[in-house]
Nanobody, 117 residues
Framework: QVQLVESGGGLVQAGGSLRLSCAAS????????MGWYRQAPGKQRELVAR?????STNYDDSVKGRFAISRANAKVYLQMNSLKPEDTAVYYC?????????????WGQGTQVTVSV
């Protein structure tokens, strides 16, 4: 089973920046799309940004122009600029994985991002 390990969360003031990283490991696999989701208290998990194997990206409207997703091999990054208090959430890395004949979604354990006013 592929494991995703995130890093880079923390506490930042509004207007600041953070960079999240996520690395996939564990056996023989290939990764299709990768993405970042977030879940704020009392809310459903939502897509923040996604990047295909070929590099095509899509973003939630709330982060367009402020966040940038990128990937290199089995790692995915999320550069977050001009952060707002409403960006506060637990951020989860996601990967669409193919291992042998099996295809499944892998999730990281989540990393907390807190933006103070």
């Amino acid at each position: 089973q592929v494991q995703l390990v995130e890093s880079g969360g923390g506490l930042v003031q509004a207007g600041g920046s953070l960079r999240l990283s996520c690395a996939a490991s564990g056996g023989m696999f290939s990764i299709n799309a990768m993405g970042w989701y977030r879940q704020a208290p009392g809310k459903q998990r939502e897509l923040v940004a996604r990047i295909s194997r070929g590099g095509s990206t899509n973003y939630d409207d709330s982060v367009k122009g402020r966040f940038a997703i990128s990937r290199a091999n089995a790692k995915v990054y999320l550069q977050m600029n001009s952060l707002k208090p409403e960006d506060t959430a637990v951020y989860y890395c996601n990967a669409d994985v193919t291992a042998g004949r099996t295809r499944y979604d892998a999730w990281g354990q989540g990393t907390q991002v807190t933006v103070s006013v």
